[in-house]
């Protein structure tokens, strides 16, 4: 499986960007998505994940209420809509893929089997 994610760039605080994880193989429906973010100078953390049925969904705290995960089964891609944007979300995104696991651990970076070069998110002020 190979990942691609796309669609960031450099928005004002508040604005919206739409991420998108396109996979080379069969990925909705056979594994759990995930999208992480890391910071110059911080470690990579998790932002959200989705389960391979698209029915468990998890977001981090800095997520929730601000951030959507969906999937798109036709298009075979995985999404993260993120609205009112702030600075501190300024990171390089990355999607990821762990085969049919969909558990506590998901929130782990180690817990993934498949990663995606990343898509650079820059907030300004």
């Known amino acids: 499986v190979q990942l691609q994610a796309s669609g960031g760039g450099l928005v004002q605080a508040g604005g919206s960007l739409r991420l998108s994880c396109t996979a080379s193989g069969r990925i909705i429906g056979e594994y759990a998505m995930g999208w992480f973010r890391q910071a110059p100078g911080k470690e990579r953390e998790f932002v959200a994940g989705i389960s391979r049925s698209g029915r468990g969904i998890k977001y981090a705290d800095s997520a929730k209420g601000r951030f959507t995960i969906s999937q798109d089964k036709y298009k075979n891609t995985v999404s993260l809509q993120m609205n009112s944007l702030k600075p501190a979300d300024t990171a390089t995104y990355y999607c990821?893929?762990?085969?049919?696991?969909?558990?506590?651990?998901?929130?782990?970076?180690?817990?993934?089997?498949?990663w995606g070069r990343g898509t650079q998110v820059t907030v300004s002020s």
């Open positions: 990821a893929a762990v085969f049919g696991r969909w558990d506590s651990a998901i929130i782990s970076a180690p817990a993934y089997e498949y």
